[in-house]
């Protein structure tokens, strides 16, 4: 038995007579030793804590003791009599139990799992989230995080403190947590502490408005897990509620959050609450909040316990339903959440390189963009932009509803294979569509609580989402050719088009800024610096395309025809007006004065990936100066030059790095037949993915050093777009055309929106194989394989389909490659050789229809193995950069000149696969290796310096 001692005459008159006597006495059952109870509560505490079938929190002597000493000090004989029976004491609290009732929490199941995970050790500067559609955590891997059920940010800087029975004290979860394991049903943080293990796995249910916290427990003694939180209850911006406060609801051992009206409601809580925060009613807590848990052993190989949270904007009933409902079915939530994402790994394309960290980065960016879907109960369901913790604010990243960033995605789920998640994208937009046409930018999630398209000014106030949308719905109508789509969109995509024509400068046939709003700058000393800028107008041509194939489909003859005229119109005023012979570069703009504003950067990226010139030759340069290290860094590319006087490495809009721009300079690259550039800019992008957040890339990085911005967004889904596109449409370079109305009716039979696939893979020289399965073409599917030996590429497709497709085949060979044959099941086939950029490219086509092998089989050529960077946190650039590549194939003997860019004072490594003979080098040393050759190449100076290398044999 305990001794006096054990129990301070301090401590028990506070418990007596503090104004914290409520809170001492619940955490007897919760699991503090410290704290007596007075005499009545002796009785119904111990009696209660029996009943409900758990174990106390110290030896049951050890409580009667406590009542004793109450009892001789004030003398109630009966109570004494009480409590110094405990045989007695039972029975009275607990006549006629018969069996003891079911452990609080939720029965111990096997968690299933989508078969895709992250795990990595912790770093307290990095970023985790656990999203749904109607709710969000977004916090730090020191384990703290903020609680969203949308549209309301309901607490922050949750924290949990641990301690098990014996302990003196409790311990910070953060010193204990160890690593993290994300998947893309939810997160899981795992604390390890020498005297137990806490599994804490953080998941939203799929669709409902509500976010769940298991709390797995490996103890040998009891344990008492505190959750500590600030209270918000405060809508996202820019809305605003009053008189916010909190209750305790004892019925679901919850606390409820509401404002004045009592009409929205949270409520967070758990069946295993045994203490928790005293507090005066009609006010909101200025500090933390806390739910402290007590597991027992037991409790921890039978149960789960939780910690729940759900709201309603109703009712403080309905939040108590949802809760509850949750709770009761919170393992049927998760099953349904798990196989949700199992299935959509299942039915979406795959890629698979020799590179496991690219595969993976892929793989995770289908999941990083799938998880933008926010649904609202009035509006539907839309893809956000981004993640983010807002800290003291309630501005969570970018976790609203933005045109452009959704349309962006639109491209990715269409690579990937996600055909209803694209067409719903579209959906959520038209519905908003503004009554001339204009396409919305934005949209908060606390719509409905503010006058937002009145009011205030973000709505439709960027230019380029319009043109845009119509180059989005044309990429749609591409790729599925459903005709029942396009009547339906038909519609708007012409109220979008008579929009944008007047913003259109009738002398020369571009949108002007100034008409239409922002487009390449939203802040900075850039923002109104032209009128016209390039980014703008490379979706103004990419729409003035695809409105002329649209138009032609739909039988809109005249309309087809505008659309040819102002592209004739804009493309004439681009080359004369825009282009800079001497850079060479499109100019960033024009200004006010007509001249042209003379900048060099990466906005130009755009015109050439979405768009390719009637007659683009000469603009080749502008993939050079793309290339070039003042814009090229090791993890992407800058806004703008490093050399121009507004340059800033830590500017949002002139110099940082951009992975959604990085992604269209990528897919430029490709489009521009620059395939080790593109190579060498995608994988940069793609080894981001993880950089601040599991699975996800930054919205922005400093343009100087390896390093996120501070305040960049941690989840950015067009970042991830700038992994998957590049992939699809640059590396394997997969795209889908329809074949014209016009010249496609046969013998009475409409043939028009047919298929068409061009396949165009561009493999780096040192890999072996690329394998992808599952490229959707309308509701059909095509998988493929190709592998490179020496002197021969081999492809193996399978299209799963009723009707054949017509394939247009132009793959990357190496430099001066000569074709000797190409056979396609066999057979012979005619062919084409083109020479771009110093590389062999061969044409030929042919029908498919279930599988087709080909080879192609080719003499010489040497394969340039593109360099990849690979920096560390706080470098900066150092890498080789490739210039050009030119290869004359009339010279003999061979030559191929090779412009290379690295740092002064350092020398480089450039591997060649090939199997010519005799290989000799100007200006570098070289080596014979198993597959080749190395080159080494020294550079003298400082900073970047360029350098020709010529290799002949």
Known sequence: MASPAAFPLELERATLYGKNGRLARRAYCAGDASIPLTSAECVRSIAACSCRGRSLDRPLESAVYSCRLFFLRFGSLLLRGICLNPILLIAAGCLGAQEPPAMPGIPRFELPSSGLEWKAPVHPLKYFDATGRRAGVFGKQSGQYEAWIYPIKVLHGFRLEFRQEGMAEPVRGENYLEYLIARPESTTLVYVHPRFTVRHIIWTPLDEPAIVNFFDVDSDKPLAITAKFIPDFKPMWPASLGGQYSYWISEE???????????????????????FTEHMDHAMVGGEMLLQLRIDPEQGRKTIAPIVMALSMESARKARETYNGVLARARELYETRVKYHKDFLARTLTIETPDAELNRAFTWAKVAIDAGWVCHEKMGCGLVAGYGPAGDYERPGFAWWFGGDALMASWAMLD???????????????????????????????????????????????ADTTPMYIYSVAEYWRRTGDKQFLEEFWPSVKKAYEYCLTTVDPNDGLMDNTKAGLAAVEVGPLRGKVTKDIYLQGFWLGSLKAMRELAYQMQEIPLAENASGNIKKAEATLKSKWWNRQGPYFAFGLTADGKRADMIGSWPAVLHSIYSFENGKGLEGDIETLARPELNTDWGIRWISNKDALYDPLSYNNGSVWPFMSGFAAWAFYNMSAPLNGYAMWTSNARLTGLSSPGALPELLTGDRFRSMERAVPHQLFSSVGVVTPAVRGLLDLSVERKGRSSMIMNGEDHS??????????????????????????????SGEVRQQPGKMIMDLHYAAKEPIQVSCFPALPTAAKVRRILIKGKPTEFDEHRATGFTFVYFDFELYGHSHIEIEFDGGIGIVPPEPKPEPGDRTTSLKIIRVEHNAEKTPHEIKLSLAGLGGRTYTLDLVTTVAGLKAEGATVKKTENGYRLEIAFQGSDYVTRQIRLRW
Do not use: C
């Open 253 to 275: 051992k919850a606390f409820g959050f509401t404002d004045g009206t009592s009409k929205p409601t949270a409520v967070v809580g758990s069946p295993n609450v045994g203490a």
């Open 753 to 782: 929106g047919e298929p068409e696939l061009a396949f165009h893979p561009a493999i780096p020289a040192d890999w072996h194989f690329i394998r992808f399965s599952r490229f959707a073409i309308g509701e059909n599917h095509l």
């Open 416 to 462: 990937y294979g996600d055909i209803p998640g694209a067409v719903q994208v579209l959906r959520f937009l038209k519905a908003r569509q503004r009554a001339d046409g204009k396409m919305m930018h934005e949209m908060t999630q606390s719509v409905d609580l503010v006058d937002w398209f009145g009011k205030y000014g973000f709505a439709y106030y960027h």
